[in-house]
């Protein structure tokens, strides 16, 4: 029992002992005003030095002068360097150092300090980042034990539940804001490929990026990442990732996978509509609609098809196609998933092995040189775990550029990163090898044909 200022979590305890009949976890609203009375103070203590500030500092060249002043004088200067910081938080899951925050805190950066609540210092290396998810696992470059958070469930997580937002925001200082959850499984929030986020009105600003959502159990069940903001400041529209994500993501860094890796299904989704509810006889448009399979992938061995909509997962509600790779990701590689899907109006249940995207086609990556549109770009045979991480379609295949080289000739035609070469002078371009020797025999005219974004473009050049 906590004596002086009273703890926020004693309300359930005392409500649960003078109520027998209400279950130990029932969630109540303050009765009187004595309970009005109660603090997060205790919680703060408990949880403050396991959120930190994290300092990232990247190198960056400037031009020295105007490029028409140095045309003019005939004389290049010397570029100059300088620093960028950039300021965010983090929070401690291991006792040993180990330290979760946002990727887009630490991108790019050479130098890296973590500053602890008890003004501590402490350089820091990346273990595992993934911009994708928008996470980073760094490492305290100094010997424990830590003061650390424990990553709690999110999947127990309800809308309404109090939560504490602990971070720094614009370089003021640890600050400790409170709210509810507001919202749950949100997508279409970040530009990555994660759609799936928990919603609080805890004010969460500039800097708290990477900071901790605290749950009343001093638990962190999220990492604050993004607001809806017109003006950079809070508006009560923030968004975390589930602590389930990062429990797993913490868990690759870990077992010292240089990257982190999610299921392959084999298969792609699209939101239910309610008009495609209503063709599929559905009750209400939710579910992610099963709109192609590829052969011999998992989705095909389970028995998944065309038309199907998944509903759940291992019996938790799927919402849309986001959640679904939520759900699947958060099940992780090497497990087995229970997938709830519907079809002509009955519901049962298939069995999904989750796997790593399997590189059917050895990448065989080649650096294009010589008198030609393609010199200076880097070209790949496409596989579906090359594809993942190049985020296209893991059903396309070809060759495709994975790399164009400043100021090189296929530069200098507009070829980008993801480009699908189809042919080259009439002649189907199945793989790297084949490309190298069409371009190899010098033409002096050139007929390329290039998939981008599902469109075909036809381009000539002499």
């Not at 002086?4 to 409500?15: C, E, K, S």
Request: with cysteine; aromatic share 6%; hydrophobic share 40%.
């Amino acid at each position: 029992m906590i004596f002086g200022r009273r703890a926020l979590p004693a309300l359930v305890l005392a409500i649960a002992m003078s109520a027998p009949a209400v279950a130990q976890d029932a969630r109540t609203v303050p009765q009187s005003h004595t309970e009005m009375q109660l603090s997060f103070a205790p919680l703060v203590k408990q949880t403050a030095n396991a959120v930190v500030n994290v300092y990232a500092e990247r190198v960056v060249e400037r031009r020295s002068v105007d490029p028409f002043f140095e045309e003019f004088f005939g004389q290049r200067m010397p570029n100059r360097t300088e620093k960028q910081s950039s300021l965010g938080s983090g929070v401690i899951v291991r006792r040993d150092g180990i330290v979760v925050t946002n990727n887009h805190v630490i991108e790019g950066a050479d130098d890296i300090k973590v500053a602890l609540a008890d003004g501590r210092e402490y350089p820091c290396k990346i273990v595992l980042k993934d911009d994708r998810l928008d996470l980073a696992v760094l490492k305290i470059e100094a010997d424990g034990p830590f003061d650390i958070i424990p990553i709690g469930d999110s999947d127990a997580v309800e809308v309404g539940d109090l939560v504490l937002a602990m971070g720094n925001p614009f370089g003021v200082g640890q600050t400790v804001t409170s709210g509810i959850v507001s919202a749950l499984a949100r997508n279409q929030i970040s530009n990555g490929d994660f759609g799936f986020f928990i919603q609080t009105d805890a004010a969460i600003n500039p800097g708290n990026s990477g900071g901790g959502l605290i749950n009343m159990k001093g638990e962190l069940i999220g990492i604050n990442t993004a607001i809806f903001s017109r003006g950079g400041g809070s508006n009560g529209v923030g968004f975390a990732i589930p602590a389930n994500l990062v429990k797993v993501f913490v868990a690759s860094a870990e077992g010292g996978g240089g990257s982190f890796v999610r299921p392959f299904v084999g298969a792609t989704f699209e939101p239910v509509t309610s008009d495609v509810a209503e063709a599929l006889g559905l009750d209400r448009a939710r579910g992610a609609l099963v709109t192609a399979v590829q052969s011999d992938g998992p989705a095909a061995n389970a028995g998944m098809k065309p038309g199907q909509v998944v509903t759940a997962v291992n019996g938790i509600s799927v919402e849309h196609p986001d959640a679904l790779g939520y759900r699947l990701t958060t099940v992780g590689i090497g497990h087995e998933a229970r997938v709830t899907v519907t079809e002509h109006g009955e519901t049962h249940d298939i069995t999904l092995k989750l796997e790593q995207a399997p590189e059917t086609a050895p990448r065989d990556e080649r650096l294009i040189e010589g008198r030609n549109p393609f010199a200076g770009a880097v070209v790949a045979n496409l596989s579906p775990r090359l594809a993942d991480e190049l985020r296209i379609p893991t059903s396309l295949k070809g060759v495709v550029v994975t790399e164009v080289n400043r100021g090189s000739p296929a530069a200098r035609i507009g070829l980008e990163p993801k480009d699908i070469v189809r042919s080259v002078n009439g002649t189907p371009i199945d793989n790297s090898k084949t490309l190298q020797g069409v371009v190899a025999e010098d033409a002096s005219f050139w007929r390329v044909e290039i998939e981008r974004d599902g469109q075909l473009i036809r381009q000539f050049f002499r």
